[in-house]
């Protein structure tokens, strides 16, 4: 069961073969559907659960580069002799980032999942991947006996005992890694490529192989190739995996709650991992790339840092307020959701002196009036917080224009972010937030159980000052011991975080605008369909959040929440009460694991449910 978490892809090579197609680009860059083929690779390999693409590159490495910056969980290494080595001085290159067991794959492969998928099953430790005759007029042959590799060749009659087909991709084990780098010092040829140095270790060392014989795969190394993977290849990946989607997942639960929210599979198959020590330095490392990339998701970098608790997101609010505000100062809490209110409750449980700015639940902050409010009362007040996206009633308070004015009072801000933090764009830096709390279950689509605070370090460092009104939930203490320790303080949620970890990858993945267009395309979708329906809507248009939508319920004797809740619910559809405001409504959000094909259904259904119920809008 033992996951691979690392990958290695070979891209250093000139690919001369293609020079004429490909022109100023690196084979891993040409596009088969608009989708350059290392994307595609990419993206099965961080499906698959790899957390750490290493790429080796040499001819025209800028390109991968950039995958670098734009993918945390990608590092190139350059091999600076690709033009004169073979591939193993490249695969050799890759070991001062390589510290496991690894799936090593070629830049020009386009594959089906399922190559990753029965490698990661595979419980041999070394696995070369095989596949039945593809025809490709490229095939290298692999000889085979009692079970392990003996050698390859393009030529067939060098092969005693057929294998298969190499395909490109393999499993290997650290311990078989080190001895290949040792054959190819001993060999020390130049041109010496990482298919032959298996053979030849592969008289002392056991290396399996895995053969699919209908695996579809193809190899980009010519005009006819592409031509190839473009027409066939491709078309029957894209059918086989679609089918796949539907008859795995026939009972996929569609969340329209307000969080947690829906997952996808990668992020449920991440929670299952070796047992392991938090303590351990391995651990500490995983929370430590977690910090990083929370922050990074806001646009953070350098200047604010991220603290995490075994909570659910009200604790972290919970420890915001209770860490940062000093003895003699008070904080000014905007309430127009029950959201708001929360912070108010969690003040007076521990007798923060706060001031309340009370808006009618539902209804947008009124600047002037709350402008005044600040202005009254400036000399008590160090802090202003309030909700970004209030999920009671899916209203959008306009974080540029609070933290503008509390700049101009200079106050610091807490912002509840919590149902928009990777779901919305926000910038800490430009928007000058100073602490923006969040949860693992919401839009950044892990499980439920850690709690964010994104804390500008400034501010967090001089928190350390005050007197300590908590103890488990202390942000500065939190912050101190990770800092000092590399460690969570208390037991951390160990498999959460793992599985935060996938959800992190796959948000960089579809990348901070990809994520925001496909809730706004669910949000349209969603409230299209209700309008047409004849649904109406507690807050005006031009104030949702479009993550969450509050629905006035029917004035219908017909209408029961609870049975409309059962009839979707017993076809896969959550939804969910309303919550204050002045007229009684139900709420549906579209975060989480869902796009406008599930809302799509998901209207069909409820329109049905009308129809049967005989209710009329
Ligand atoms: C979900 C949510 C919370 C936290 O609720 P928990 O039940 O503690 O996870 C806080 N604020 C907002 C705006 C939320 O949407």
Redesign the pocket.
């Known amino acids: 069961m033992s996951t691979i978490h690392q990958a290695v892809i070979l891209a250093a090579g000139v690919g001369s073969r293609l020079q004429d197609v490909v022109d100023d680009r690196p084979k891993g860059f040409l596009e088969i559907c608009g989708e350059p083929i290392i994307e595609a690779s990419i993206a099965k390999l961080v499906r698959a659960g790899i957390s750490h693409i290493i790429i080796v590159t040499g001819h025209l490495h800028q390109f991968y580069d950039s995958l670098a910056s734009k993918y945390p969980f990608v590092s190139t290494v350059k091999n600076h002799a690709y033009a004169t080595t073979g591939s193993m001085a490249s695969l050799k290159i890759a070991s001062s980032l390589l510290n496991s067991d690894f799936l090593l794959l070629e830049s020009d492969l386009v594959y089906e999942n399922q190559a990753l998928s029965e490698l990661q099953r595979s419980t041999q430790k070394n696995v070369i991947l095989l596949s039945g005759p593809t025809d490709s007029g490229d095939e290298v042959y692999v000889g085979v006996k009692d079970k392990r590799i003996v050698n390859m060749s393009k030529d067939i009659k060098e092969i005693e005992v057929k294998g298969g087909e190499l395909v490109g991709i393999s499993k290997i084990c650290i311990d078989l890694y080190m001895k290949m780098v040792a054959q190819c010092e001993r060999v020390d040829a130049e041109q010496y490529q990482y298919e032959d140095c298996l053979t030849d270790v592969s008289d002392t060392t056991e290396i399996g192989f895995h053969y699919l014989e209908n695996l579809i795969w193809g190899e980009i190394d010519d005009r006819n190739h592409l031509e190839r993977v473009t027409e066939t290849v491709y078309p029957l990946i894209r059918e086989k995996e679609r089918r796949e989607m539907i008859e795995k997942n026939p009972q996929r639960k569609i969340l329209l709650n ?3 929210a829906t997952t996808t599979d990668s992020v449920k198959a991440a929670l299952v991992v070796e047992d392991i020590c938090p303590r351990e330095q391995e651990f500490g490392a995983l929370v430590e790339g977690i910090r990083q990339d929370l922050v990074r998701i806001v646009h953070g970098e350098g200047e604010y840092e991220c603290v995490l608790f075994t ?7 919970e420890a915001c307020l209770s860490s940062v505000v000093a003895d003699d100062k008070s904080v000014l809490i905007i309430n127009n ?1 029950a ?1 708001g209110a ?1 912070m108010l409750q969690i003040c007076s449980c521990f007798d923060i002196p706060c001031i309340e700015y009370k808006v009618e639940w539902g209804e947008p902050i009124n600047f002037p009036e709350l402008e005044s409010m600040l202005a009254d009362h400036q000399e008590d007040l160090s802090h202003i917080a309030f ?6 009633v899916g209203l959008l308070n306009s974080i540029d224009k609070v933290c503008d004015l509390a700049g101009r009072y200079h106050l610091e801000t807490i912002v ?5 933090f990777a779901g919305i764009p926000i910038d800490v830096k430009k928007q000058q937030v100073h602490y923006l ?1 969040s ?1 693992s ?2 839009c950044i689509q892990g499980m ?1 159980g850690i ?1 964010i605070v994104i804390c500008k370090r400034d501010s967090l460092e001089r928190s350390k000052e005050l007197r300590k009104r908590n103890f488990y939930f202390n942000l500065y203490e939190n912050y101190r011991f990770f800092n000092e320790r590399k460690e969570m303080q208390f037991t951390p949620p160990v498999q959460l975080l793992y599985a935060l970890r996938q959800a992190i990858n796959e948000y960089f993945l579809e990348t901070e605008k990809g994520r925001a267009d496909r809730y706004e395309k669910s949000y349209t979708v969603l409230i299209g369909g209700l309008e047409k329906l004849g649904f109406e809507f507690l807050v005006d248009k031009e104030h949702h959040a479009k993550i ?1 939508t509050a629905i006035v319920e029917p004035h219908d004797s017909h209408y029961s929440f609870t049975a409309m809740h059962d009839y979707l619910y017993e076809r896969g559809f959550t939804i969910y009460p309303g919550k204050g405001g002045q007229r009684d409504t139900f709420r549906l959000a579209n975060m989480g694991a869902i796009d406008s094909n599930d809302i799509e259904q998901f209207l069909q259904c409820l329109e049905q449910y009308l129809l049967d119920s005989g209710i009329t809008l």
């Open positions: 307000p969080g947690p909570s659910s997101g009200t604790g972290a609010v959701g959201y929360r909700v970004h996206h209030e999920t009671t509840d972010a919590m149902s928009s709390v949860s279950n919401k439920a709690g969450l």
